[in-house]
C-alpha cells in the first residue's frame, strides 16, 4: 500500500539506530518529519543530514521528530551518526520495505548502468497520523528550510 497526501500511514515497523522502533505507532501524537536519502557518506547526503542537524532544535521546537532513511545497514548508520554528530536517529531499511511503501525507489542511470535507487524525498506525517506533505525528487539547498517551515505551519494550525 502507497502513501497517500491527507490519508493515514500504512501499517509499518522498522528499527533506528539507537535501539529505537519507529512505526506507523509509536509516534502518534508527534509531528515526524522522514526524509529518504540514497546513500551514508555520499556528499549530497551528508550534506542534506548535516543541514538537518544544524535546524535539529528548531524542528525539536516546532513540536516534530526527524528520521533519516535510508537501505544501508545499522552499522554503516551507526558510523555515519556518529561521523557528523548528528542529533536524530537513522532508519535502516535494508529490505526496502518503507522505501517501497513510500514510493521512493526509483530506476536510475548510473556510470551508464540501469540500477535501482532511493528518489531523495521527504514526508510530513502529523501527530494524527496523516501524511501532511511531500516532496520528492527534491534538490538539497533550501530543501531543509522548506520542510521546517511546513513543520511550523502544522503547528500553528494545530
Not at 539506530?17 to 556528499?43: A, M
Not at 552499522?75 to 532508519?91: A, Y
Request: with cysteine; hydrophobic share 35%.
Amino acid at each position: 500500500m502507497a502513501v497517500v497526501v491527507n490519508k493515514p500511514i500504512p501499517e509499518f515497523e522498522s528499527q533506528a539506530t539507537g535501539g529505537v522502533k519507529v512505526s506507523n505507532q509509536t509516534h502518534l501524537g508527534q509531528t515526524i518529519v522522514l526524509y529518504f536519502y540514497p546513500k551514508d557518506n555520499t556528499p549530497g547526503c551528508t550534506t542534506e543530514a548535516m543541514q538537518f542537524r544544524d535546524k535539529y532544535k528548531d524542528f525539536v521546537k516546532a513540536g516534530a521528530q526527524v528520521f533519516g532513511v535510508s537501505r544501508d545497514n545499522m552499522k554503516s548508520h551507526d558510523d555515519f551518526k556518529t561521523k557528523l554528530e548528528l542529533p536524530f536517529e537513522l532508519i535502516a531499511d535494508t529490505e526496502e520495505k518503507m522505501c517501497h511503501m513510500f514510493g521512493v525507489v526509483k530506476n536510475k542511470i548510473m556510470y551508464g548502468k540501469k540500477v535501482k535507487g532511493i528518489e531523495r524525498s521527504t514526508f510530513l506525517i502529523g501527530p494524527d497520523g496523516v501524511l501532511k506533505q511531500e516532496w520528492r525528487g527534491l534538490k538539497v539547498p533550501g530543501h531543509v528550510e522548506e520542510v521546517l517551515k511546513a513543520v511550523k505551519a502544522l503547528k500553528k494550525a494545530a
